[in-house]
Nanobody, 125 residues
Framework: QVQLVESGGGLVQAGDSLRLSCADS????????MGWFRQTPGKVREFVAA????????NYAASVKGRFTISRDNAKNTVYLQMNGLKPEDTAVYYC??????????????????WGQGTQVTVSS
């Protein structure tokens, strides 16, 4: 079973950068579409960014486009989310997710079947 572990969250100030990592402990997600989602209390989980199984195709939410970059290193079984120019409204728990074999950069949470435990990102103003 695919197991995903996020890291890299923390408390930063507005304008700062963070890089989240998502490691696959079993080393099997290299052929899966991957995505990042975020959630705040009382709200539905929202799409942030996704990449295809090869990393060649990506999608971003309008709210993060131009500030966040998703990438993957299949040799390290790791997906990254580079977050620049962070804003207080980016504060959330960020989740890494894997969709399916040879999948593209899906934007719907329902397309993802494997989820990490989440990492908290807090941006102060």
């Amino acid at each position: 079973q695919v197991q995903l572990v996020e890291s890299g969250g923390g408390l930063v100030q507005a304008g700062d950068s963070l890089r989240l990592s998502c490691a696959d402990s079993e080393g099997t997600f290299r052929n899966y579409g991957m995505g990042w989602f975020r959630q705040t209390p009382g709200k539905v989980r929202e799409f942030v960014a996704a990449c295809s199984w090869s990393g060649g195709n990506t999608n971003y939410a309008a709210s993060v486009k131009g500030r966040f970059t998703i990438s993957r290193d299949n040799a390290k079984n790791t997906v990254y989310l580079q977050m620049n120019g962070l804003k207080p409204e980016d504060t959330a728990v960020y989740y890494c997710a894997a969709s399916s074999y040879l999948a593209g950069p899906g934007m719907s949470p329902s397309s993802y079947y494997y989820w990490g435990q989440g990492t908290q990102v807090t941006v102060s103003s």
